[in-house]
Structures are given as C-alpha cells and as structure tokens.
C-alpha cells in the first residue's frame, strides 16, 4: 500500500521506550513539537551541514489527510521529532499550524488504550475535551491511523495546543507489527528499523527540555492539559521526569517558543549557527538547542 510519507511523517509516533507500569498508572513521552516560523527562516532551516546531515534525519514532506493537507519540514531524532511550518496566506481556512506563532506540544501514550483513560479522566472532572481520529485514503481504503485528544478552548485552540496522541492498532499492524508486539510497546528505534531498514546513526535523541513564553490564559490552558497527563508542577515549571517545561508569562510577548532543548547521542564540538535573525541553533558536548529571537 502506498503509505510511505505516513510511515516517515508518523514513526517517531510510535510508543517509547518499554518499561514495567502499575496497571493503572497512564504515562506520556514528548512526540514531537510543532511550530510556524517566517519564511525566511524557514527556507534557511536546512542549508547548514550540520543540522541537515549530522543532527537528525531531515527532509520537506507533503502530506494529506481527509480534512487537511500540508508541507513541512521535519528533524527526526532517535525518541521524538520536530515539524516546522511556514504560513500559509493561500488557505481560506487555516488550520493550527498554518498561521505564524502557531505553537502544537504532542505527547504520545507508551501503550493502546490509555489515550482513552486519558479522556475518562478528563470528562470525569466535567471538562469539554476534542477525541478525534485522523486518517487517510490508500488505493480507495479509509485508513485510521492516529487518534488526538485535547481539552477544547475555542480561543486558544487554533493558534496554541498541548495535547495527546496515540497510533492506532490497525495502523501499526499496516506497518507490519504483530498485536503482541504492539500491546507490549514499540519503541522508536524498532519503528525506524523496521521500515526503513536501518538503525538510527545521526545525533538528535530526544527532547529534553522546552522554554515557552505565553500569556496568562495559554498557561492555564498548559496547566490543565498537564495535569491529566502524569507532569507534576512547581511554581512555572513543569516535568515528569523524562522532560521539562520551563514557562513565563508575558501579556505582550511576540512569540511562544522561547527554546527547545535536546539531547545528544554523541559529544559534538561546538556549534553556532544562525539560521535567520530569529532563529539560532547551538550545540555543544551531548546538547543542542533551537532559540528563538522573534
């Protein structure tokens, strides 16, 4: 079946590394980060060496779903990835994602069924939240492949959205997984292995670290979402112990990413690279960072 951008676009989706969970505990991993930049750094964002080859694995995809289409350029680590976008003036309805600013922090569940324990949790406290399933046509087949959860703010929604998702079954045993395989986890690099043949060899391993600057309103809204979602807080900080979200509030600030942190497989020399005026990557021993100078 012809599902080869879905393959690359969704297997950094897979569930994270497997590990013993309590029946009833419901653990989450960083997926991915999602974010619309200007153009100009967005046709800079893979000219330097470094980044394109060394870093993680990149490329531009376009992809289409049943409700939406779209290209993006895509860094993909070892554990989880990032997705770039530049806005997009030509689409009558912009979707998140499309609009400069745009912001999306996905997280993932680490086995089958618990994104649905997640919404129980929700709704169990009488809040409003989005369950959506995503899929595409292949060949005339409708194929589901990911379901998104997130809780509903009609605002903030559409230029801002922490949320959770999960691969479905059906798409996993597309991908060529058996049932046991999938109920006892997935990990990354098993995904990768498995289509394309390969182990991962570039440096980008996983998210460790993202520095937000958002308003009173996005931060409540951050707040919330964590919290059905296993991040313990203190003050303007959030972990779980595998990543850190490190917030401050600014009513009149231009744009919500501040920086996002990475860990490295393998010691590099020092790196600066200015990708634009507004956006910058440095990385240094086992770490790398994006900043962002709007």
Do not use: W
């Not at 750094?41 to 289409?64: D, M």
């Not at 779209?70 to 979707?95: A, C, W």
């Amino acid at each position: 079946m012809k599902i080869r951008v879905f393959l690359i676009l969704v297997s950094v989706a897979c569930f994270g590394r497997s590990f013993s969970q309590s029946k009833d505990s419901i653990k989450v991993v960083i997926s991915h980060v999602f974010f619309c930049i200007d153009s100009v750094a967005y046709q800079n964002l893979f000219l330097h060496e470094f980044i394109a080859k060394a870093f993680a694995n990149t490329r531009e995809i376009s992809s289409k779903t049943l409700t939406d289409s779209y290209t993006g350029k895509y860094l993909m680590g070892r554990q989880s990835y990032i997705e770039v976008f530049k806005h997009d003036y030509n689409k009558g309805k912009p979707e998140l994602g499309d609009k400069f600013g745009d912001v999306g922090l996905v997280f993932r569940t680490r086995r089958p069924g618990d994104i649905n324990k997640i919404d129980q949790k929700i709704r169990a406290d009488k809040k409003n939240a989005n369950f959506k399933m995503r899929e595409y046509e292949d060949s005339g087949r409708i194929i589901p492949f990911n379901q998104n959860l997130y809780l509903s703010d009609t605002v903030l929604q559409e230029t801002f959205r922490p949320y959770v998702e999960e691969l479905t079954i059906e798409f996993l045993k597309l991908c060529g997984f058996e049932e046991s395989e999938i109920k006892s986890g997935i990990t990354e690099e098993q995904f990768r292995e498995k289509i394309r043949g390969k182990k991962y060899d570039r440096l980008y391993d996983n998210i460790e670290k993202i520095e937000l600057i958002l308003t009173k309103d996005e931060f409540a809204y951050l707040e919330e979402t964590l919290k059905y979602l296993g991040f313990t807080q203190n003050g303007y900080h959030f972990t779980n112990n595998l990543l850190e979200i490190k917030c401050s509030v600014q009513q009149n600030r231009s744009y919500k990413l501040k920086a996002i942190h990475f860990r490295l497989l393998n010691r590099t020399a020092d790196i600066n690279i200015e990708i634009s005026k507004n956006l910058t990557f440095k990385a240094s021993g086992l770490n790398a960072s994006f900043h962002f100078n709007y």
